[in-house]
């Protein structure tokens, strides 16, 4: 299983991201997979998570800003964040299985929000 987040970086307030995550090793398609962050200095925390026929979940906080989609037909997992804010920063994990049974995780991405 190889899983390799990009798009993070340096954004302002208000900005926006979309994270990508190359999925490799398994049969990406037929796979539920999540995201999760871990800010600096506290713990990880779920984000959000895509089961296989696409249907979507988020985390309570995370509602309204954060949109999570998969491409099958490119093997990639997305998480758009809108309306970023100084406490999104954190690194942001790419994640197979579901956030009570992840299988897998990636080496993650930072972002920061700063003006």
């Known amino acids: 299983v ?13 900005g926006s991201l979309r994270l990508s995550c190359a999925a ?37 906080s995370m509602k309204g800003r954060f949109t999570i989609s998969r491409d099958n037909a490119k093997n990639t997992l997305y998480l758009q964040i809108d309306s970023l804010k100084p406490e ?16 897998a995780w990636g080496q993650g991405t930072q972002v920061i929000v700063s003006s």
């Not at 962050?37 to 296989?52: C, D, F, M, T």
């Open 88 to 103: 999104d920063t954190a690194y942001y994990y790419c994640v197979l299985g579901t956030w009570s049974i992840p299988e």
């Open 2 to 14: 190889h899983l390799v987040e990009s798009g993070g970086g340096l954004v302002q307030p208000g």
């Open 24 to 60: 490799s090793g398994f049969t990406f398609s037929s796979s539920a997979m999540s995201w999760a962050r871990q800010a600096p200095g506290k713990g990880l925390e779920w984000v959000s998570g895509i089961h296989s026929d696409g249907i979507t979940y988020y985390a309570d």
